[in-house]
Each structure stands twice: as structure tokens, then as C-alpha cells.
T-cell receptor, first 112, second 108 residues
């Protein structure tokens, strides 16, 4: 049984560009949450998707947007990249919005 | 979400029990206590969670005080592979609010 998978594993972008990160949830899970982890810090909640809608959102600007597909997979989009967006982006899935979250390995984004 | 306080680092000898404390004095009655760990550069790994009663699974035990203001995660026989940052989180599982956690180093 595959766990949460994310792609790509690493990515390098330049300031002002746009990026799309992808996540496939654990089998049987229908809820996906995204987190940003800066170097030396704990993960920070970005938003949660359930039934193809954004249900909860953390303190992140509108440059961060997402999508959930009918097969429960999800994308995180970041527009107008800033140097400060360099971080490990983590996806977590659960079999309902209030259930235990299981994390993927993350995508490491470097903005130059 | 409840604010949690953890020591920044702890050491433990291999084979001994590791006891990781967490204070969550502002936790409300319906908020759970969750523990995750993160091995360097990997995604956080779920360990255990509880509300009022002590909990045990194949990885660890969670002891929650009667007033729910603090808890202790116990790894009964620590191995070198248990070296990681351990996060204690108090709140809703809708949004996990991570602090800086405790870096547990297991020494041979």
C-alpha cells in the first residue's frame, strides 16, 4: 500500500516564476493538507482540501492556491515566487478532515 | 490551538527508555495531544495521539496528566534510528500547529 507521494522531489525556480507541486494521498484517504517548512522551523499549515474544496486555510497570501481532483490528488500552486518561498513543502492526507494526518516526503523548493 | 512547550534537545542512551515531556497548559477540553517526529529532511511521521487516557501503540506510549496540562511520550527501548525532532501538538487535527520540537539524540 503506497503512502503519500509527492512530485517533484526537488525544484529550482527564479523569483517571479510560478510553481506547481503535486500530491497523491494514501490509498483510502480523501483529505489533503499542505504545509510549508522553512529551514530550522516546524511545518506551517497552508490549507486543507476536502471534496475538491478548500476547507481550512492558514496565514498564507493569495499567491498560494490549490486544487483537489476527483481522485483526491492535489496540487499546490505558488505564483510570483519570492526568495522567502524557499522551503520544504509537505503534503499530508487523512481519511476525513478531522482524522490523523500522514505526511509525504516533501518537495524541496529553492527560489533563486 | 493550544500552545505547547518542549525542551529544545535531549539525549538518551541506546536501549534505554526515552521520556519526552511537553507542557500544554492552555489545551481545551476537546483538543487532542498529537506527537509526530521528523527524521532529518524527511516528512513528519505520526506517532500517537490521545485526549484524556493514556495510550500505547507499537511505537510509543503517551501519558497525559489528569489535568491535561502536560504529557510525556515514552519510547520504551530507544534505538539509533529514533534520533529525530519530536513534535508535541495540541489542538484540532484540521490544522496541525507545529512548534520547534525536541531534538532527541540517541547515543550508542
Amino acid at each position: 500500500d503506497a503512502g503519500v507521494t509527492q512530485s517533484p522531489t526537488h525544484l529550482i525556480k527564479t523569483r517571479g516564476q510560478q510553481v506547481t507541486l503535486r500530491c497523491s494521498p494514501k490509498s483510502g484517504h480523501d483529505t489533503v493538507s499542505w504545509y510549508q517548512q522553512a529551514l530550522g522551523q516546524g511545518p506551517q499549515f497552508i490549507f486543507q482540501y476536502y471534496e475538491e474544496e478548500e476547507r481550512q486555510r492558514g496565514n498564507f497570501p493569495d499567491r498560494f492556491s490549490g486544487h483537489q481532483f476527483p481522485n483526491y490528488s492535489s496540487e499546490l500552486n505558488v505564483n510570483a515566487l519570492l526568495l522567502g518561498d524557499s522551503a520544504l513543502y509537505l503534503c499530508a492526507s487523512s481519511f476525513a478532515p478531522q482524522e490523523t494526518q500522514y505526511f509525504g516526503p516533501g518537495t524541496r523548493l529553492l527560489v533563486l | 490551538d493550544a500552545k505547547t512547550t518542549q525542551p529544545p534537545s535531549m539525549d538518551c542512551a541506546e536501549g534505554r527508555a526515552a521520556n519526552l515531556p511537553c507542557n500544554h497548559s492552555t489545551i481545551s477540553g476537546n483538543e487532542y495531544v498529537y506527537w509526530y517526529r521528523q527524521i532529518h529532511s524527511q516528512g513528519p511521521q505520526y506517532i500517537i495521539h490521545g485526549l484524556k487516557n493514556n495510550e500505547t501503540n507499537e511505537m510509543a506510549s503517551l501519558i497525559i496528566t489528569e489535568d491535561r496540562k502536560s504529557s510525556t511520550l515514552i519510547l520504551p527501548h530507544a534505538t539509533l534510528r529514533d534520533t529525530a525532532v519530536y513534535y508535541c501538538i495540541g489542538g484540532s487535527n484540521y490544522k496541525l500547529t507545529f512548534g520547534k520540537g525536541t531534538l532527541l539524540t540517541v547515543n550508542p
